[in-house]
């Protein structure tokens, strides 16, 4: 009785001191580890103590049941309780991940070992990967290139999909809806084993509305724009993804093939294309599920088989990973003249085609002295050809390849060295675009007429990193420090983009004289662990040569402010830190946070930060559990995030806010079935607040208010 007392006494406390409270979202076990208590070692956040002694990294591991507990929108606003991980949103369903501050091409998504290619330059395309088909995930902070190769200077998520079925037939179906947008989802898994041959599909579905904003009204470029209802005209969406993989396991051999494919259709505020909607004769209010102009549609379609065989001896193996991408994204909007564009025919703005094709093989070796060997070589070609009457982005083909190695040896029981090195060739070749219309600019031939945008270029870059770590536990203490050099190879929009980004609010230029990125680091993580308490601190310290970003001007062209891309030297240093604490078998309290500062060394905005650089933030969360198997939770959670006035002009700060989350479940296990339900709700006070990081952010539009998400799920 005094531990129940306890419980709700501090579930009481948390609200009570929200205002001051530093605090975040804890992260739930997944159905494996729902006892929190494993080997009398407290649990949390998915960081068990194998898995934090496994490599020198900063890394979490996340398990499928957080995935289901902190459901939200889009995979990577469900990850956002992850410290150090943000998700940089455009609308209700569009989000990218931000590792430390860092997004983009800086942070690599792998799924079942491969990389996911889409159109991943684009801000405002998000990840197409159906968060209900996620078994369990890892992010792995700091630079990741030795094991991810460019673009992994930020870090790396891993998804896997891959788990085995168990019986014959198994599965689970899950419905659910959202209150802010009237979403209504329906997902459904299924898989079997029979002897040496499994299976392995799913079904996921989604529709949703015009999301909500507390407020009435916004204004853009001094134009006062009223909301029905208080709704965001026009980003009402659809969803639908389906796989299937098929394989075959003996003692030393697992081989599987797997297709996947993502579609969605959803809409762009009506007003983010600028003023032109006041005198369209599209009435956006008419119904809040309408998908008007603009709008876009991306579809991304993958086929991958992997294999991995082991040696009868020697404990060696061999993976081969094969995979082939086809992405197809189409923007459109009403065809309306710009400058010296005449009005165009069609709808089609823009329009980009990409296939990827990549392989990998990997082989591991013990050796000798508890040795652990590692290496292998990867190659990827990209292709990619646009179109539609507007322009961002050229043609391009990327061709790069790799080598690399790695060793691990464990010095003593309680000691571990790790080291490894890498080498990439890249070669990316860049098309020539030339406007479709004449401008009378420029004088000599008839095709001076023609603006030309981007200009062909055909560059080669090459890159030697390194990784190198140590990692020390003992008697509930886990030491790790790791440095590591990572590289970027700039991207097709880097070196040639010229045009306008609706969605972004913003002109952008490219800069074909850009080298590569690199970048330095040094993280470290301090944990200690024992039956009631886990703490965890993460430090790093990041300098960048020749960091590439999109540098605001104070000029304008076609209306919209102009960026364009620019290198600095710089300088980015920070922590996570995370506290938790289990009272007893029924109450559990965390709290975590995050802080990251930067600094520009040279360049035009020497002494100013990054554009869009994450604020601090915290967390704090008191979770009840209850039930005879501890299958069922009460939660109360507070997010506190700080003002954001370290900015690059002419960018404008950002006031910080608090928000209230609740969340709860329950799971009914009937024989050989469990039956499920989960409650979660979002800024519960509906308060009115603007993420830095959000694009929205930039012609004044808050982040969605108050949200209530039911979900029941069937497992058997």
Not at 283 to 303: E, G
Not at 703 to 713: D, F, H, K, R, T
């Amino acid at each position: 009785m005094a531990c129940r007392w306890l419980a709700v006494s501090c579930c009481y406390a948390v609200v009570l001191a929200m205002p001051s409270l530093c605090c975040a979202q804890s992260a739930l076990p997944d159905s494996a580890l729902r006892n929190v208590m494993l080997d009398d070692i407290f649990v949390y956040g998915q960081s068990s103590v194998e898995y934090q002694k496994d490599f020198s990294q900063t890394g979490t591991q996340i398990g499928q049941g957080f995935i289901t507990d902190n459901l939200s929108s889009s995979l990577m606003q469900t990850l956002q309780a992850v410290p150090g991980v943000k998700a940089s949103t455009i609308g209700s369903s569009q989000s990218k991940p931000i590792v430390r501050g860092l997004g983009l091409n800086r942070v690599v998504v792998t799924v079942d070992g491969v990389k996911h290619d889409g159109q991943q330059w684009a801000d405002d395309h998000g990840l197409d990967i159906d968060q209900f088909s996620v078994d369990r995930a890892e992010v792995l902070k700091g630079p990741s290139a030795l094991i991810a190769g460019s673009d992994a200077v930020g870090g790396l998520l891993r998804l896997y999909t891959n788990s085995l079925p168990v019986d014959t037939l198994e599965g689970k179906v899950s419905v659910f809806y959202r209150s802010n947008s009237d979403a209504v989802g329906l997902s459904g898994r299924v898989g079997g084993r029979y002897g040496r041959f499994f299976y392995k599909g799913g079904l996921t579905a989604v529709s949703y509305a015009d999301y909500r904003v507390p407020a009435d009204s916004i204004t853009y470029n001094s134009y006062n724009i009223r909301l029905k209802n208080g709704r965001l005209r026009n980003t009402a969406g659809n969803e639908a993804s389906a796989h299937l993989r098929l394989g075959y396991i003996s003692r030393r051999l697992r081989s599987d093939v797997k297709i996947s494919d993502s579609y969605s259709r959803s809409g762009f505020f009506a007003n983010a294309h600028g003023l032109e909607v006041r005198l369209s004769s599209i009435d956006y209010d008419s119904h809040s599920r309408d998908i008007d102009l603009p709008c876009q549609t991306v579809n991304h379609l993958t086929l991958l088989s992997h294999t991995d065989y082991r040696f009868a001896s020697g404990g060696s193996s061999l993976s081969v990973d094969a995979a082939w991408q086809n992405d197809f994204r189409r923007e459109c909007s009403e065809a309306v003249s710009h400058g010296y564009m005449p009005k165009p025919q069609g709808t089609t703005e823009r329009e980009f085609r990409k296939n990827n094709a990549s392989l990998n093989a990997m082989f591991r070796m013990r050796l000798p002295h508890a040795n652990e060997l590692q290496a292998g070589v990867s190659g990827e070609f990209q292709h990619n050809r646009i179109g539609g009457w507007g322009f961002i982005i050229p043609d391009f083909e990327v061709l790069s390849a790799a080598v690399f190695a790695s060793d691990k040896m464990d010095v003593t029981p309680h000691l571990s060295l790790n080291a490894g090195l890498r080498y990439d060739l890249s070669r990316v070749s860049i098309h020539s675009y030339r406007d479709w219309y004449k401008s009378p600019v420029g004088s000599g031939s008839p095709d001076s007429l023609y603006v030309e945008r981007s200009q062909a270029m055909d560059g080669m870059f090459n890159a030697l990193t390194w990784s190198a770590g140590v990692v020390y536990d003992n008697a509930g203490w886990i030491l790790k420090a790791n440095v590591g050099k990572g590289f970027r190879v700039p991207t097709a929009k880097e070196l040639g983009c010229n045009g306008i980004s609706y969605q972004l609010f913003r002109y952008e230029q490219g800069n074909s004289s850009l080298s590569p990125e690199v970048s330095y680091q040094l993280d470290a993580s301090v944990i200690f662990q024992n039956k009631h308490l886990t703490v965890e601190i993460d430090p790093y310290v990041n300098y960048f040569p020749n960091y590439i970003y999109l540098n605001p001007t104070p000029d304008y062209i076609e209306g919209m402010q102009l960026y364009n891309y620019t290198q600095a030297r710089v300088w980015r240093w920070g922590a996570e830190a995370q506290v938790a604490y289990s009272f007893c078998r029924f109450l559990e309290a965390s709290v975590k946070g995050e802080y990251l500062y930067a600094r520009q060394l040279s360049g035009s905005k020497k002494g100013y930060t990054l554009p869009f650089s994450t604020p601090w933030s915290a967390e704090a969360e008191c979770k009840y559990k209850f039930g005879r198997r501890m299958d069922g939770f009460v939660a109360v959670n507070v997010r506190i995030v700080g003002d954001q006035d370290e900015i690059v002009p002419p960018e404008l700060p950002t006031d910080g806010y608090w928000t209230l989350n609740a969340s709860a479940g329950k799971a009914f296990r009937i024989k050989d079935y469990v039956l499920s339900a989960n409650l979660r709700a979002e800024n519960l006070l509906n308060r009115r607040y603007y993420d830095h990081t959000s694009y929205y952010r930039l012609i004044g539009v808050p982040e969605p208010g108050i949200n209530v998400q039911a979900m029941l799920s069937f497992e058997f």
